[in-house]
């Protein structure tokens, strides 16, 4: 494995996975496939920069914490470095660089002049006031202030952020440069210049890659039986998009649990379930309560883990029945378990193309805020449908070409966009 200097090394535990080294052999794939020099990869395999800055704050009790903030920088060689921003009791440095280091080739296979970045503080939401979570996102944007910026590094949304804090990022970068700039985030909202069609964005491309997937296969999604892990904005907005072409979403989780109807969902008034219960789904009356290892291992015909990483993994992998496994997540298949279904003929379409619908539209919202024109949502939809579906097929005619598996074509694609850049620009002679 090619040495990563600047990150430290996590104690290993039995049952951990570390999602860097799993984002550093999908690279090394990659590399072999397209014979990459070494230097390349070498250059490729650390992230550009790494910051992790202190942020206390006052309680609402008084207590005053100390919390530690990321923000990797994989790498700008096609431009700003761009990626979410995560608020998870889960984030640790090394989770944070493999989403940093997605993000730099999920940018370049959708053809988006982007690098790729992404930020994270150890932190439950849940367990915070809007209060505390106002102060803790003001104090890392000001840690990040020489960091951040619109041709520089742009965040958006990730578990546990939204549009909420994007605004509190754009106002305090901008009171501490003295004009208002918009362009420092994506995934804000509308009232400050986001871009309709945002919020549903990542589920939406979801529903796309999904849908294309079946066409492959002769199949469309009306009555396709769907299983969906989280609950949240990817999770969220897939069900409802999916439940709205005509599939059947048997089953969906959260955090604390999920809900199972062998007739399907329905998704609109769980939604409104959720949202009348602090977002919890359990309870629900029109279906039974599963787990969300249940979940996984449903009989469906597409499962969607749209939480964390790490999800599909040795333990569980040959329980799972579904045909085609569709990764709205990040990472959430382990390099084991992506092997086990490639060897049984399951389709898995890879996290950098099927959840980039959320790039996608930070793409567009960063253009129409750059040329002060803004769309309606259908043509917001449209450009960005076009980008995936584009993508999709560009992946399928690799994987054909090199006869090798979706997610090592997408990963050629991506890389070797970003690598052929690397030599052209000559930082790396
Ligand atoms: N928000 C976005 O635009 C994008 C998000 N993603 C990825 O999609 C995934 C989900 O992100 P969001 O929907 O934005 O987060 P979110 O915070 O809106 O929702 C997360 C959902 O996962 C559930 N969850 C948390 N822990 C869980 C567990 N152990 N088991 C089952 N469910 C669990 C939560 O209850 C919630 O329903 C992440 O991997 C993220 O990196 C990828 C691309 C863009
Ligand atoms: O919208 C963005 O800029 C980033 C979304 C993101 O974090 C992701 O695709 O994982």
Not at 28 to 51: F, M, Y
Not at 178 to 193: D, E, F, M, N
Not at 303 to 331: D, S, Y
Not at 360 to 365: I, P, W
């Amino acid at each position: 494995m090619i040495s990563t200097s600047l990150l430290p090394l996590e104690t290993p535990t039995p049952a951990h996975i570390c999602p860097f080294d799993q984002a550093c052999s999908y690279l090394e794939q990659a590399a072999r496939e397209l014979k990459l020099d070494q230097g390349i990869l070498a250059t490729l395999s650390n992230p550009r920069k790494v910051v992790t800055v202190s942020i206390p704050v006052k309680r609402d009790d008084g207590e005053v914490q100390v919390l530690a903030g990321h923000r990797v920088q994989h790498c700008d060689i096609l431009g700003p470095y761009k990626g979410g921003i995560r608020y998870h009791q889960a984030v640790t440095l090394r989770e944070v660089s493999a989403l940093a280091m997605l993000m730099t080739w999920k940018c370049a296979l959708l053809g988006i002049p982007y690098g790729g970045a992404k930020g994270g503080i150890a932190i439950n939401p849940k367990s915070y006031s809007v209060g505390e979570l106002e102060r803790i996102t003001r104090r890392y944007t000001s840690e990040l202030i020489k960091d951040i910026g619109p041709a520089v590094d742009i965040p958006a949304p990730d578990m546990g952020t939204s549009a909420r804090e994007m605004a509190w990022i754009m106002d305090t970068y901008s009171v501490n440069v003295g004009h208002a700039v918009p362009g420092v985030v994506t995934g804000k909202p509308l009232s400050i210049g986001g871009s309709r069609g945002r919020e549903m964005a990542t589920g939406r491309g979801v529903m796309i890659t999904v849908r294309e997937a079946l066409a492959d296969l002769g199949k469309s999604l009306a009555g396709v039986r769907v299983a969906i892990q989280g609950f949240g904005n990817v999770g969220g907005a897939a069900a409802l998009l999916l439940h709205q072409a005509g599939a059947k979403v048997i089953a969906v989780s959260t955090g604390t649990g999920g809900v199972f109807a062998q007739d399907g969902l329905d998704i609109p008034a769980l939604q409104a379930y959720a949202a009348h219960n602090r977002r919890s789904i359990v309870g629900f009356p029109q279906a039974e309560s599963i787990t969300n290892s249940e979940l996984l291992t449903l009989p469906c015909d597409v499962l969607i883990p749209a939480a964390l990483e790490n999800q599909i993994t040795e333990e569980n992998v040959h329980q799972v029945q579904a045909t085609i496994v569709a990764e709205a997540a990040n990472g959430p298949v382990t390099l084991q378990a992506n092997q086990a279904l490639a060897a049984r003929g399951v389709t898995v379409l890879p996290d950098i193309l099927t959840n980039a619908g959320g790039v996608v539209v930070s793409y567009l919202e960063w253009v129409q805020g750059l040329s002060y024109v803004f769309w309606d949502e259908e043509r917001v939809n449209r450009e960005m449908e076009q980008l995936m579906v584009r993508a999709y097929h560009q992946v399928i005619e690799q994987s054909q070409l090199r006869q090798i598996p979706l997610r090592l074509a997408a990963y050629t694609l991506g890389v070797g966009r970003v690598a052929q850049a690397l030599s052209d620009r000559g930082l790396y002679p």
